[in-house]
């Protein structure tokens, strides 16, 4: 089973007003939870649906998503269950 964390930076300015680029982590664990790999993909924004297009691209059916909550991931709950 994959598990895709999707987590703002610490600290200083987040999501739309930094200069920084935008990232997206994926992270897969093993049966006992312990990091496995890790994808990180540069996107141009964090809207809901440039996530759900990298999701549909990236992610199998029965991924578990783990988000920090911020509304543009509300996309996702539709195939992923909730998010």
């Given at each position: 089973?994959?598990t895709?964390?999707?987590?703002?930076?610490?600290?200083?300015k987040?999501?739309?007003g930094?200069k920084?680029?935008?990232?997206?982590?994926?992270?897969?664990?093993?049966?006992?939870?312990?990091?496995?790999y890790?994808?990180?993909?540069?996107?141009?924004?964090?809207?809901?649906?440039t996530?759900?297009v990298?999701?549909?691209?990236?992610?199998?059916?029965?991924?578990?998503?783990?988000?920090?909550g911020?509304?543009?991931?509300?996309?996702?709950?539709?195939?992923?269950?909730?998010?």
């Amino acid at each position: 089973m994959c598990t895709l964390f999707i987590r703002p930076t610490e600290g200083g300015k987040r999501r739309r007003g930094t200069k920084k680029a935008t990232l997206v982590v994926g992270l897969i664990l093993n049966t006992k939870g312990h990091p496995q790999y890790a994808k990180i993909q540069r996107v141009p924004n964090v809207q809901g649906k440039t996530l759900r297009v990298l999701t549909e691209k990236t992610l199998k059916s029965d991924t578990m998503i783990h988000t920090d909550g911020f509304s543009s991931y509300q996309v996702l709950s539709g195939r992923w269950g909730e998010v």
